[in-house]
């Protein structure tokens, strides 16, 4: 159901692999960059909403404080709603009553912050995991939080991953087997041998000088 083509059955049709144990564990499944930029994407979308609500509720109760002569009175139920909003005005502060009626932002943290959270709260104990680029969204500070997360997810929690990356902390992962699928046929290489990682290699080796004057 990921990106294939007309040209998919005929490729699987010359893969295999082989199961170990009693197969692929049940909560196993696949984290693609769409699903974690879908779930920034939707924080965002909330937040909008929460923020527009934000400033009705800033209006009301400054129209409410403006009309409040502390005359009202109450003739039925047709007056209840103006009644609640006006205790709740006399009550709180500005600040207070926005609180109390929208509540605050589900974004507490940045996008990256966001993102790698995704990872944390997805990824459980014995399971397998297909990941696809999971370096996208991510800062190399962050790429390297998610490396340490998942080698630990390994060795304490019996997970396995299978990752499409081009990140050299991702690659850099200790005991990963790195296949380089830009060779014909595919070769397990380490990964400070990849070009593209080499061309890492290449540019700050250029640049030396700056980093060590």
């Keep these: 159901p990921y990106n294939t083509s007309t040209f998919f059955p005929d ?20 984290i693609t960059s769409d699903d ?3 779930f920034v994407l939707n924080k965002r979308i909330v937040n909008s909403g929460i923020d527009s609500r934000r400033e009705q509720l800033i209006a009301e109760y400054l129209e ?6 502390g005359r009202f009175r109450y003739h039925g139920n047709d007056d209840l709603e103006k009644l609640e909003k006006l205790v709740a005005m006399r009550n709180n502060t500005l600040s207070m ?12 943290k940045s996008n990256g912050e966001s ?3 995704y990872f944390f709260d997805n990824i459980t104990e014995n399971a ?12 190399p500070l962050r790429q390297q939080e998610l490396v ?3 080698e630990e997810a390994v060795r304490f929690y019996n997970c396995q991953f299978i990752i499409a990356s081009h990140s050299p902390f991702v690659l850099a992962m200790r005991e990963a087997k790195i296949y380089d699928l830009d060779t014909r046929p595919v070769e397990v290489r380490k990964w400070q041998e990849l070009e593209g990682i080499r061309v890492y290699y290449d540019f700050f080796k250029k640049h030396k ?5």
């Design 36 to 38: 974690v930029f879908d």
């Design 11 to 30: 490729y699987l049709s010359l893969c295999s692999y082989e199961e170990k144990g009693e197969g692929v564990p049940q909560a196993s499944r696949i």
């Design 97 to 108: 009553y926005v609180k109390k009626n929208v509540g605050l932002n589900i974004r507490e």
């Design 115 to 117: 993102a790698i959270r």
């Design 64 to 69: 409410l404080k403006k009309q409040d002569s």
């Design 128 to 139: 397998l995991y297909l990941l696809d680029e999971p370096e996208n969204s991510l800062a």
């Design 148 to 150: 340490t997360f998942l």
């Design 209 to 213: 000088d700056k980093f060590e004057a």
